[in-house]
């Protein structure tokens, strides 16, 4: 399985997350080796937006052929909305990965 270095990577991530939005996307990208990929953005707040929904939009991006996750961020967020203290507000989590399909 091939790395990508870090800029490729904040690079690729940054794109997905101007893409995506809060929907389950997968956008056609290349990797650092010249190998086309598949940039995953399932970000959101509520509980279909999660970890599962990634994997899941990779098998159904790539299919029987398998996938190798080439970057995975951070399962960071915040709320957004609401009160200071964070009542009624909506908590956003930001979860992408970038994969390649096996061949």
Same mark, same amino acid.
């Given at each position: 399985?091939?790395?990508?270095?870090? &800029?490729?990577?904040? &690079?690729?991530? $940054?794109?997905?997350?101007?893409?995506?939005?809060?929907?389950?996307?997968?956008?056609?990208?290349?990797?650092?080796?010249? +190998?086309?990929?598949? &940039?995953?953005?399932?970000?959101?707040?509520?509980?279909?937006?999660?970890?599962? +929904?990634?994997?899941?939009?990779?098998? +159904?991006?790539?299919? &029987?052929?398998?996938?190798?996750?080439?970057?995975?961020?951070?399962? /960071?967020?915040?709320? $957004?909305?609401? /009160?200071?203290?964070?009542?009624?507000?909506?908590?956003?989590?930001?979860? /992408?990965?970038?994969?390649?399909?096996?061949?």
């Amino acid at each position: 399985m091939k790395m990508m270095n870090g &800029a490729a990577v904040i &690079a690729a991530l $940054a794109t997905v997350a101007a893409l995506g939005g809060c929907a389950n996307t997968a956008t056609l990208t290349y990797l650092p080796s010249g +190998e086309t990929g598949f &940039a995953i953005n399932c970000s959101g707040g509520d509980a279909s937006t999660s970890w599962a +929904e990634c994997y899941k939009k990779a098998g +159904e991006t790539c299919g &029987a052929y398998g996938y190798d996750v080439v970057s995975k961020d951070a399962d /960071s967020g915040a709320t $957004a909305g609401g /009160s200071v203290g964070g009542i009624f507000g909506a908590n956003i989590k930001n979860r /992408s990965m970038v994969i390649r399909c096996k061949q």
